[in-house]
């Protein structure tokens, strides 16, 4: 039953993709931000209220820098996927996985004293590291050289920035805090930054025809983020946390089915390399640290 709430809560994930990109015709990045926090703040106090669950927390500090990375992950993402086929821009922030092992190989080496003698084994890590960033270049190469290649660069940001807050998730679950809070803080700070963004880019013209496709953004994103707590309820398994990249199995549907996007075989192949990576880079994590939590969106 586990396996099937990570499917569904990749499901919903895809399926808010969907309507970022379609919303995103409308309104900038900073409104989709904000709107999706302010939706996702309602739903996660009505849940944390109906499990009992208070809200004041003794973490003010962690949660603002969970939320931060969190914002810039977010806002990133909404970027790349109002740029590129909305396949190639889902897969870019599962890049997280792979950024998540690039900084353990790299904390060895930094940590190695070569006079021990003893070289960090890393090497398995190292290999999925490799792996995905050469997916990464074969799925940009097709868009290089044109203005999809900078919404590019921005998605695999999304990517690095949800690795730093799927970290302090980590820090925080270990200090006891509440899955319902941390999602309901990381709302707020995603309706504060949105407001912000918006006081600098602006406000796109409001027209309630295409607003009601900002409603399924918060109200999908927070049925992921339940459907991926029920999924972890019982303790992580592999199966459970590698059955997250069927998220990007369902934004290519959407994206042949829904856009009409054409990625050519290299793109796919570079999807390949980074779903593979990711997986890999899963289980070496899991054996080194087993039952670690979920990563969030």
């Not at 353990?104 to 021990?116: D, F, H, K, Y």
């Not at 070289?119 to 792996?131: C, D, F, I, K």
């Amino acid at each position: 039953m586990q396996a099937l709430w990570m499917v569904l809560a990749a499901f919903f994930f895809a399926s808010m993709a969907v309507c970022v990109k379609i919303a995103s015709a409308w309104f900038n990045s900073a409104e989709l931000v904000f709107w999706r926090g302010l939706l996702g703040m309602l739903f996660m106090w009505l849940l944390a209220r109906g499990q009992g669950v208070r809200l004041a927390t003794a973490y003010p500090g962690m949660h603002a820098w969970r939320s931060l990375v969190g914002v810039i992950s977010l806002g990133a993402w909404f970027y790349a996927i109002a740029g590129l086929p909305l396949a190639t821009a889902m897969t870019l922030n599962y890049m997280s996985s792979v950024w998540i092992a690039a900084f353990l190989v790299g904390g060895a080496l930094l940590a190695w004293n070569p006079r021990s003698g003893t070289a960090p084994r890393q090497g398995a890590l190292a290999l999925t590291v490799l792996a995905g960033f050469a997916g990464v270049v074969l799925m940009l190469r097709p868009t290089l050289g044109q203005h999809q290649a900078f919404a590019g660069l921005v998605g695999l940001l999304s990517g690095l920035m949800a690795a730093f807050a799927y970290l302090q998730v980590m820090a925080l679950g270990k200090l006891g805090e509440p899955e319902a809070r941390t999602v309901f803080y990381f709302a707020v700070g995603s309706a504060l930054a949105g407001g912000i963004g918006m006081a600098v880019a602006g406000v796109s013209p409001w027209d309630w025809r295409h607003a009601l496709w900002l409603l399924p953004v918060g109200v999908l994103a927070s049925l992921g983020q339940l459907c991926m707590t029920r999924a972890y309820s019982h303790g992580a398994t592999l199966v459970v946390a590698n059955l997250q990249y069927s998220g990007i199995v369902f934004g290519a549907i959407y994206s042949l089915l829904l856009f009409g996007d054409a990625i050519p075989l290299v793109g796919w192949l570079g999807m390949a390399l980074i779903v593979g990576s990711g997986i890999a880079a899963t289980v070496l994590r899991e054996r080194a640290a087993p039952n670690a939590p979920a990563e969030e969106h």
